[in-house]
C-alpha cells in the first residue's frame, strides 16, 4: 500500500511568478516529509501537483519509478486533507467519510461499518449521525483525515491540516496523525508553515525558498547543522555574533570553538548560534547587561547586551530572577555553533 514518491526538476510557473523552480525531493515509502518554508514558496503549489490538481511545466512526478505526471487526479492513489475542512455539509460525518465509498459503489452496509471503523481510527467513536456544523473544528478535522483515509491512500496529501485549530488541539491532533501514519505506513507529505510542527512530526523536513529545496534533512539534522543562514533564521532563534577564523576554529566572545567547513584563516565571520547555546553566569564585573527579559514556564528569554552586541539567551525559567533586567553577566557558549559564514556572504543572503 505504501509508496515511494519522487519530485523531479517540478517547474511551476503562474504568468511572471515561479511557483516551482525545478524542485527535487524524494519521500521515501511510509515516511512522513514536512514541506516548511515562508508564505509563498510553492509549498501548496508542490502538494497539488503530487495530488494531480496542477501540472508542472516541466519535471517529473513518479510514484514507486512509474511516471504518473499526466494521470488525471482521480486516478492517482493520493488523498488530501485541507486546511479547511471541506466536509460536506449536508452529509452525516459517516457519510463523510464513506463519500469515496459510494462513489466506488461499496454496499451501504459495508461502507456504514468501514467508515465507523475510521471514525473510531481517527478518535470519533460516537460522532457518525452528526453533521459538520454539529462538531468542533478539531472534529471536523478529524473526520476529514477519517475520510481520506478511507481511500485507503498510499500518499497522503496534508496541506497545513492544523493551522486553524487553536494550539491545544493543534498539539494533540498532530501527535495523533503522526501515530496514524506510522501505524498505516502511509507515505506523508505535510505542508506547513509552522516549524514546531515540522520538527515534531516529521522524519525529515524540506525546507523550500523560492520554489527551490534549500535543504531536506531529519529535524535535528536541520536544526542543529542548518546548511544555510536562510534555513537558520527560519527555524528557530539565532544570534549573529562577530567571530574571526583561526585554522580550524573560530575565535568568538573571547572563546575559540570548533568549526567544519572551509572558511579561510583570518575571515571576518558571522557566528550563528541558539539561544540555548549561550550560558550566562551573574557576575558584578560581568560584560554583558541583561536588558530584557521574558519569563516562559520552563525557560526564560534573555536579552542581553554585549560590548554593543545584541544576544537572546534562554535560561532555565527557575534562574530568571537572578538574571533580571540590569544583572550584569558573563557570557560563554556551551556548544560548537549551528552555522558560521562569511560576513560578506552573510550580508548578500540577507
Ligand atoms: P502559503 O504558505 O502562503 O500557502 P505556499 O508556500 O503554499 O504559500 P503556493 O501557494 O504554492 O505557496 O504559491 C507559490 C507562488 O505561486 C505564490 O507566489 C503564489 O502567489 C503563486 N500562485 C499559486 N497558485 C497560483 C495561481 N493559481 N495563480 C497565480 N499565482 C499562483
Do not use: W
Not at 535535528?220 to 527555524?235: G, K, L, M, Q
Amino acid at each position: 500500500m505504501t509508496s515511494r514518491v519522487e519530485l523531479r526538476n517540478l517547474r511551476r510557473t503562474f504568468g511572471s511568478t515561479v511557483a516551482l523552480d525545478d524542485l527535487d525531493l524524494t519521500i521515501e515509502s511510509g515516511e512522513l516529509v514536512a514541506l516548511l518554508g515562508p508564505s509563498g514558496c510553492g509549498k501548496t503549489t508542490a502538494l497539488s501537483c503530487v495530488a494531480g490538481f496542477e501540472r508542472p511545466d516541466s519535471g517529473a512526478i513518479l510514484v514507486n519509478d512509474k511516471d504518473i505526471t499526466k494521470v488525471p487526479a482521480n486516478r492517482r492513489d493520493a488523498a488530501m486533507v485541507f486546511q479547511s475542512y471541506s466536509l460536506f455539509p449536508h452529509l452525516t460525518a459517516r457519510d463523510n467519510v464513506g463519500f469515496g465509498m459510494r462513489i466506488r459503489k461499496v454496499a451501504a452496509a459495508k461502507r456504514h461499518s468501514r467508515a465507523e471503523e475510521l471514525l473510531e481510527l481517527v478518535g470519533l467513536p460516537s460522532v457518525g449521525d452528526r453533521y459538520p456544523h454539529q462538531l468542533s473544528g478539531g472534529q471536523q478535522q478529524r473526520v476529514a483525515l477519517a475520510r481520506a483515509l478511507a481511500m485507503e491512500p498510499s500518499v497522503l496529501l496534508l496541506d497545513e491540516p492544523l493551522s486553524a485549530l487553536d494550539a491545544k488541539v493543534r498539539v494533540s491532533l498532530r501527535e495523533e496523525i503522526r501515530r496514524l501514519q506510522i501505524d498505516l505506513g502511509v507515505t506523508t507529505l505535510f505542508v506547513t508553515h509552522d516549524q514546531e510542527e515540522a520538527l515534531s512530526m516529521a522524519d525529515r523536513v524540506a525546507v523550500l525558498r523560492g520554489g527551490r529545496l534549500e535543504q531536506v534533512g531529519t529535524p535535528d539534522r536541520i536544526y542543529e547543522h542548518p546548511a544555510t543562514a536562510f534555513v537558520a533564521e527560519f527555524i528557530g532563534s539565532m544570534n549573529h555574533i562577530p567571530g574571526v577564523i583561526d585554522g580550524n576554529r573560530v575565535a568568538v566572545l573571547g572563546q575559540y570553538l570548533p568549526i567544519d567547513g572551509d572558511i579561510p584563516a583570518h575571515s571576518d565571520v558571522d557566528v550563528l548560534v541558539r539561544p540555548e547555546a549561550i550560558r550566562l553566569r551573574a557576575t558584578d564585573g560581568g560584560a554583558g547587561l541583561v536588558t530584557r527579559s521574558s519569563f516562559r514556564g520552563a525557560t526564560a528569554r534573555l536579552h542581553v547586551d554585549l560590548n554593543g552586541v545584541e544576544l537572546q539567551a534562554d535560561v532555565p525559567g527557575h534562574d530568571a530572577a537572578v538574571l533580571a533586567p540590569g544583572a550584569r553577566v558573563e557570557v560563554s557558549l556551551v556548544e560548537r555553533p549551528a552555522l558560521v559564514t562569511e560576513r560578506t556572504a552573510s550580508f548578500e543572503s540577507n
